[in-house]
């Protein structure tokens, strides 16, 4: 447990293409890492041993009852399948985006006037939902990762309700190798979503500042 009580084992559930890049980024930095796809855990044992060595699959819920912190990186018109009490008390850090050439029109999440982490956190209402790891590509994240310091690093942008939450995924952008920066709140957090002005945007920590609160930037 560090001081923001959260511990260095690392949930994912999801284990595609951002999953699994995740996966690698935590391993890396000496995460316990526990992943899962959609079935049981032994249809990607061989995936995850080729693209995340050393991380633990498991089933979703088994994921849960390891993890305190876990990232869900499913396709977004896929999270209700999960059980609306899975993620009870845990943080839950929504990485995903709609997208229709993948989730098809959705009516819904195309038009989520609060975004579609709303949507999330409504689902999941006893999670603790953060945004965050949208913005960017799987391998920007792959590619991209920085110690900390790095001139080069790039930012990831943060958004949540939660101020202890976002804390913690702040810590564990960080350690994964990108500065953090908190938007808002989960609403704020339209910004990161593949419509809004901070998506697809690899910029370090001012540069993001900058497009983020350009009023500021000017004074
Ligand atoms: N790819 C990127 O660069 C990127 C970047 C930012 C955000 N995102 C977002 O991250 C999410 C995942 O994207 P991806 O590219 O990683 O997708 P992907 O490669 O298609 O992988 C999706 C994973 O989710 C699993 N899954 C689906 N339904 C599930 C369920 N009910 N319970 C548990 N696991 C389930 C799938 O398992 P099965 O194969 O068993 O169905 C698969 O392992 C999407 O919302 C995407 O918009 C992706």
New binding site residues.
């Given amino acids: 447990m560090d001081s923001l009580g959260a511990s260095r084992i690392l949930g994912i559930?999801?284990?595609?293409?951002?999953?699994?890049?995740i996966a690698r980024a935590a391993l890396e930095v000496g995460y316990d890492v526990a992943i899962?796809?959609?079935?049981e855990a032994e249809?990607?044992a061989l995936i995850v041993d080729v693209l995340a060595p050393g991380a633990r699959v498991m089933t979703?819920a088994e994921v849960v009852a390891h993890a305190d912190i876990i990232v869900l990186?499913?396709?977004?018109h896929?999270?209700r399948?999960?059980p609306r009490d899975l993620f009870s008390g845990k943080i839950v850090v929504d990485?995903?985006?709609?997208?229709e050439p993948?989730?098809g029109f959705n009516e819904e999440l195309a038009h989520a006037p609060r975004g579609t982490s709303a949507l999330v956190q409504e689902w999941f209402a006893t999670a603790r939902v953060v945004k965050a790891?949208?913005?960017?590509?799987?391998?920007e994240?792959d590619e991209m990762r920085r110690p900390s310091g790095d001139s080069g690093r790039i930012a990831i942008a943060v958004a949540g309700d939660d101020e202890m939450a976002v804390a913690v995924v702040s810590r564990l952008v960080d350690e994964l190798g990108f500065d953090a920066i908190r938007v808002g709140s989960l609403k704020d957090g339209v910004a990161l979503q593949p419509d809004g002005f901070a998506f697809g945007v690899a910029l370090t920590a001012p540069e993001l500042a900058g497009l983020l609160w350009p009023e500021q930037k000017r004074a």
Avoid: C
């Fill in positions: 559930v999801g284990a595609g293409k951002l999953g699994t890049a899962a796809g959609s079935g249809r990607i979703s990186a499913v396709p977004a896929r999270f399948e999960l990485a995903m985006n709609y997208w993948i989730d790891f949208n913005q960017l590509g799987y391998h994240i």
